[in-house]
């Protein structure tokens, strides 16, 4: 069955950088667009970047712009998210996703979703 595995979430300061992965089983990886959502507590699940299968074609929320970078390795079947300059307002559990028909910033575009995994941004 598909499977997608978030890591490398955790604790850092204002100001510091992170480096999420999402490791992909089960699905032709190369052929999905994959994506990055977060959920701040009491808040609804955002769209924050999207990737489509070429790695050529990216978009991401304006809260995000400039300082997040979202890429993928189809060879190891994972997609990552570069987060630099992290603010409070970051603080989220993040969601990879992976869509078929070419979804763009709407959760309910997507086939699957990963567990999730915390990031915390202090101040």
């Known amino acids: 069955q598909v499977q997608l595995v978030e890591s490398g979430g955790g604790l850092v300061q204002a100001g510091g950088s992170l480096r999420l992965s999402c490791a992909a089983s089960?699905?032709?990886?190369?052929?999905?667009?994959m994506g990055w959502f977060r959920q701040a507590p009491g808040k609804k699940r955002e769209f924050v970047a999207r990737i489509r299968w070429s790695g050529l074609s990216t978009i991401y929320a304006d809260s995000v712009k400039g300082r997040f970078t979202i890429s993928r390795d189809n060879a190891k079947n994972t997609v990552y998210l570069q987060m630099n300059s992290l603010k409070p307002a970051d603080t989220a559990v993040y969601y990879c996703?992976?869509?078929?028909?070419?979804?763009?910033?709407?959760?309910?575009?997507?086939?699957?979703w990963g567990q999730g995994t915390q990031v915390t941004v202090s101040s």
């Open positions: 996703a992976a869509g078929l028909r070419r979804p763009e910033i709407i959760a309910d575009d997507y086939d699957y």
């Open positions: 089960g699905l032709t990886f190369s052929t999905y667009t």
